[in-house]
């Protein structure tokens, strides 16, 4: 009776019971910024094929705990980490810690971003939170990944305007083409045991720092001519996942909005 409670590393560990699962056993999923948006999105669908969900979050605890109680309905076991990913040492402990807990770990998708307009140079805190955040974290993360992990999956969150070279989000966009770079040369480095690929969203849901949702007409001038929605993202994730012939590899889904 009651909110059933859940293992939190760093937000006070209580447990509770784990329901009996309804689909078969697929390992433990690391997954970056999961307490809201897409990267929610992404631990709900991850929990109901099956995955053990490690739920990574910062500041937002409150949407963290209703996800896991959304995860925990699922039933799978579901744990919550906090950790600043613009903070290198407690970055380099995060997957140590996942590991310790629950050593079916074999999945990791750095979802987790950061995305304030900013021009090269005006703000060098900034740039650093940027790189922080949006490719060191993921780069920190991956390598502790493969060294503990004998078999396993990195999905990397990317955008699709890597493609493009004029924005006014040039410091974020620079960290995403590092990210792009590195899927590319980290699947070289670490296969046969480790896969490595990503996805690039386009419109998916409204940046948080948009005063008004302008999605619709920018939409029109895109091929398919629609927004997007998160059930898109986690499809092209599933198809990642089942296709093991797969590495290097990064997913523009965006409606053909990398092909404008």
């Given amino acids: 009776h009651g909110i059933p409670k859940f293992n939190q590393v760093g937000a006070g560990p209580c447990a509770g019971p784990i329901m009996a699962m309804k689909t078969k056993f697929k390992g433990t999923a690391l997954v970056t910024g999961a307490a809201k948006r897409l990267g ?23 949407q963290a705990m209703k996800t896991a109680q959304a995860i925990y309905k699922t039933g799978v076991r579901c744990e919550l980490f906090a950790c600043d990913l613009s903070d290198e040492k407690a970055v380099s402990g ?37 790189w922080d955040i949006n490719f060191k974290a993921s780069y920190i993360l991956s390598c502790a990944f493969t060294r503990l992990v004998k078999k396993g999956h990195i999905i990397n969150f990317i955008d699709t305007n890597v493609a493009r070279n004029v924005t006014r989000y040039e410091d974020y966009l620079l960290t995403k083409k590092t990210l792009y770079a590195f899927t590319k040369m980290a699947a070289a480095a ?22 008004s949702d302008d999605r619709a007409r920018r939409a029109k001038k895109i091929p398919l001519q ?35």
């Fill in 40 to 62: 929610a999105a992404v631990a709900l669908h991850l929990a109901g094929q099956g995955h053990h969900i490690a739920l990574h979050y910062n500041r937002s605890k409150p």
């Fill in 226 to 260: 629609r927004i997007g929605h998160p059930k898109y993202i986690v499809q092209t994730l599933q198809f990642l996942l089942d296709n093991d012939y797969l590495t290097g590899q990064i997913i523009a889904n965006d409606r053909g909005e990398n092909l404008m």
């Fill in 94 to 130: 995060l997957v140590g810690q996942v590991h310790q807990s629950m050593p079916n770990l074999n999945l990791l998708v750095n979802s987790a971003s950061m995305f304030v307009p900013g021009r090269f140079g005006q703000d060098m805190g900034l740039f650093k939170t940027h």
């Fill in 190 to 211: 670490w296969g046969p045991n480790i896969r490595v690929n990503g996805i690039s969203p386009g419109m998916i849901l409204s940046p948080v720092n948009h005063p």
